[in-house]
């Protein structure tokens, strides 16, 4: 029987046909093998400081009473869950390619009563199927790395914005500055895909230091988020470097 909640967010969003079988480039089948060990791998590689950069992304997400956030990249949808506490009266639509990691998210939502404010879809970044200016605020957390054209999904978030809407960007970075920067890295490059492959069985994690090194510096991203259409873009870094909170508005005249 299909979820009447997610039905109705659909139509409230003008989406033309209910997702569930969409075919989507990137890492989604990736995200599939580890999805069950996904958050528990989250804690223990990060040492649980990636529960305080989520906190800090959902604080930026600001947002009226009553708002409607999109979590991109929802996963497991920990941000979504987070939203949600954080304004009783919001309603959250999260999007992630991996169906893996959304069967996870729907158990937690269930398990927490908010399917009827929480609704999980799956999706693509860089071809949102909402009308224009949709949204209050988005958040995005460690999923801007994976996108194959990170410009395309940056001006959707734009295009789905409401003007004034506040978007939210969490994700990894590169350490490159401070006597300890040679320390994070090499926590980066080897430690990290290392024990995430150990403890999940998988070899996901592998990929991980490279897509971090890949990744543009903090202002060249900025300059990125602003090209999308964004205003008023900064950035706050966290802990060495090793991870970025970007925050940028949509033009109160867009």
Not at 93 to 120: A, I, N, Q, T, Y
């Amino acid at each position: 029987m299909s979820d009447p909640t997610i039905e109705t967010t659909e139509q409230m969003l003008g989406l033309a046909d209910p997702p569930g079988e969409l075919v989507v480039d990137g890492s989604g089948d990736m995200f599939n093998r580890i999805a069950k060990n996904y958050d528990r791998l989250n804690r223990i590689i990060s040492m649980g400081f990636d529960q305080g950069w989520r906190r800090k992304l959902v604080a930026a997400a600001t947002a009226t009473d009553g708002a409607l956030f999109l979590d991109l990249a929802t996963g497991t949808a920990d941000v979504a869950l987070a939203l949600a506490k954080k304004q009783p009266e919001a309603r959250v639509v999260g999007l992630d390619p991996s169906f893996g990691m959304l069967d996870v998210g729907r158990d937690k939502v269930g398990l927490r009563g908010l399917s009827e404010r929480v609704s999980l879809i799956e999706g693509d970044a860089q071809a949102l199927p909402f009308e224009d200016s949709a949204f209050d605020a988005i958040t995005m957390s460690f999923g801007i790395r994976n996108v194959p054209d990170r410009d395309s999904a940056l001006r959707e978030m734009c295009r789905v914005l409401k003007p004034g809407g506040i978007v939210a960007i969490l994700e990894l970075g590169e350490p490159r500055k401070g006597l300890l920067a040679p320390l994070a890295r090499w926590h980066v490059h080897h430690v990290v895909p290392w024990l995430g492959a150990w403890l999940s069985g998988e070899a996901e994690y592998r990929y991980l230091h490279e897509s971090i090194a890949a990744f543009p510096t903090p202002d060249a991203f900025l300059k990125r988020i602003e090209a999308a259409g964004f205003e008023s873009a900064c950035f706050q870094a966290m802990m060495l470097d090793v991870a970025h909170l970007y925050v940028g508005r949509v033009p109160l005249d867009a």
